[in-house]
């Protein structure tokens, strides 16, 4: 990913805030019979490992998991994102110089992929991702709740995977390389929005 210094993220603690914020991803392998990905919810464990491990699941039914994979795979998360119009700068006002651009947020994760079928391995992998996503709800879901021979069939239809990540990019492109006018309009532009994800990329433009 290209990352231009005024955008860059290192911090590694931010970085995984950010993939547990996306929480979906998209992880790719290269084989011999070309390029794949897969959509799939992943989450990072912090502790293992210099830049953290991502966990996940594919089905068992994916082809992903049988193909080799060519080299690392890697794993990419969007986070905040949105359009900015140039109508929003003061500098076009002044000048009429400007262009469209998008403001977003991106990390991309890379590492040797490691495929298992271990029945407990899976477990763990599919109650970490529920516990996740169910433990904001005021009445959270539990992989217990459902009979434990069902939830061992269902483990038998998927195949998990670990990535050690051995590299962390991140990308905070939030109008950091236009002036203090040009910001506060584009912020201003995109709080108005009636679209959340708007609204949000508002709160991420510096002051």
């Known amino acids: 990913?290209?990352?231009?210094?005024?955008?860059?993220?290192?911090?590694?603690?931010?970085?995984?805030?950010?993939m547990?914020?996306?929480?979906?991803?998209?992880f790719v392998t290269a084989t011999a019979d070309g390029m794949i990905a897969s959509p799939i919810p992943m989450f990072v464990d912090p502790a293992d490992g210099p830049y953290g491990t991502l966990y996940g699941h594919v089905a068992r039914a994916n082809p992903q998991w049988k193909t080799a994979p060519i080299g690392e795979a890697v794993a990419l998360f969007l986070g905040a994102n949105a359009y900015v119009t140039p109508s929003w700068y003061a500098t076009k006002r002044e000048t009429g110089m400007v262009v469209p651009t998008w403001n977003y947020v991106a990390i991309h994760a890379y590492g040797t992929v490691e495929f298992f079928e271990d029945a407990d391995r899976l477990l763990d992998v599919v109650t970490r991702l529920t516990n996740l996503h169910e433990g904001p709800r005021a009445?959270?879901?539990?992989?217990?709740?459902?009979?434990?021979?069902f939830i061992r069939s269902q483990l038998r239809g998927i195949v998990g995977l670990r990535i050690p990540i051995t590299r962390l990019e991140g990308?905070?492109?939030?109008?950091?390389?236009?002036?203090?006018?040009?910001?506060?309009?584009?912020?201003?532009?995109?709080?108005?929005?009636?679209?959340?994800?708007d609204r949000d990329v508002a709160a991420l433009i510096p002051k």
Do not use: C, I
């Open 1 to 18: 990913m290209y990352v231009p210094p005024a955008f860059r993220e290192d911090d590694v603690a931010v970085l995984h805030a950010e």
């Open 20 to 26: 547990h914020a996306a929480r979906l991803a998209h």
């Open 139 to 149: 009445e959270p879901w539990a992989v217990t709740d459902a009979p434990e021979s």
């Open 171 to 197: 990308k905070r492109k939030m109008s950091q390389n236009r002036n203090e006018a040009d910001r506060a309009g584009a912020a201003a532009g995109l709080a108005a929005s009636d679209r959340p994800s």
